[in-house]
């Protein structure tokens, strides 16, 4: 039995994690991994303190203050179900369930699929995810970043020092992400703006070979020969096990100005919920938030 479970080591979980333990609370952290989406960023310049640090030493610092705590953390371990019964939430996962007066689900969100023909097939053949993971594998090669969007900027300006040449691949009229990420990203001579083009198909053998685009405006479509795909067209909330908690159209956890849910004693923290904006240091605040709410609700509970 404890007093709170946090779901999720990213920003937001990471930050709660913090909290919870200068408050003293019996808690325990139950995450797939340490950084969340956070970990996977390239350049960020825009976490306050840092005028410059990537993604990974970003989740090493988030890791390296909550071991300073002696946080208990059930890394590797995946949340398939909560819910609240007899005044109590119950935790279900592939290695156990648990129980505690209160949860803060700070799960983050995941890359979202293409779902055209050839994706599955060529996933971790030269089809990835991870600009941050894979991009290094993918020296000297042409290559296609699928996207518009901050996500798909920040992998292509990882790889515009690694790879031979980047075809940015966007369905819209145009780019979309932060202008001064555009200015640098189109500063590179490596580097080719496709608009108005969907990815209809991955081809290739043993390895990605190609991918099929079609001009969603003319309708022609055409191949394009690459040896690389970098999957940016967003993510999906990690919040399917919540069956319970009340979501928007988009799936992402509803919450108050508290990071509350409909559920007494469910706390939503961070990307997984419907708070407009997905930033690392907005996830950071709000896992402070919901760990603060949950020390008030534990406070004032019989």
């Not at 901050?150 to 292509?156: F, G, I, K, P």
């Not at 508290?258 to 690392?280: L, M, S």
């Amino acid at each position: 039995m404890y007093e709170l479970i946090i779901i999720g080591a990213g920003p937001a979980g990471i930050t709660a994690s913090v909290y919870a333990a200068r408050k003293k609370l019996e808690f325990l952290v139950i995450t797939k991994d340490i950084g969340g989406q956070a970990a996977l960023s390239g350049e960020i310049e825009n976490y306050t303190g840092y005028q410059f640090i990537s993604g990974p030493e970003l989740a090493k610092k988030f890791e390296e203050h909550i071991r300073k705590y002696g946080v208990e953390v059930r890394e590797g371990e995946e949340v398939i179900r909560v819910s609240r019964r007899d005044n109590l939430v119950e935790i279900f996962s592939y290695k156990g369930e648990y129980k505690a007066k209160t949860v803060i689900i700070a799960s983050g969100k995941r890359s979202r699929e293409l779902k055209v023909p050839g994706e599955k097939e060529f996933k971790n053949r030269g089809l990835t995810y991870c600009a941050t993971c894979d991009g290094p594998l993918f020296a000297g090669k042409e290559v296609a970043v699928i996207g518009g969007g901050n996500s798909a900027l920040d992998a292509s300006l990882q790889l515009v020092r690694i790879a031979k040449k980047i075809y940015l691949v966007n369905i819209a009229q145009e780019l979309i992400g932060d202008k001064i990420m555009q200015e640098k990203l189109l500063g590179y001579k490596n580097v080719e703006v496709l608009n108005n083009k969907k990815v209809t198909a991955v081809l290739g053998d043993k390895m990605v070979k190609s991918i099929s685009i079609k001009d969603i405006v003319s309708g022609k479509e055409e191949v394009l020969d690459i040896e690389g795909v970098f999957v940016e067209i967003g993510l999906i909330p990690n919040s399917e096990f919540a069956v319970d908690v009340e979501k928007n159209q988009f799936g992402e956890i509803k919450v108050n100005c508290h990071n509350e849910t409909n559920i007494p004693g469910i706390f939503a923290a961070g990307d997984v919920t419907d708070v407009p904006e997905k930033q690392i240091v907005i996830a950071c605040g709000e896992g402070a938030k919901a760990c603060l709410s949950a020390f008030t609700y534990l406070s004032t509970q019989k």
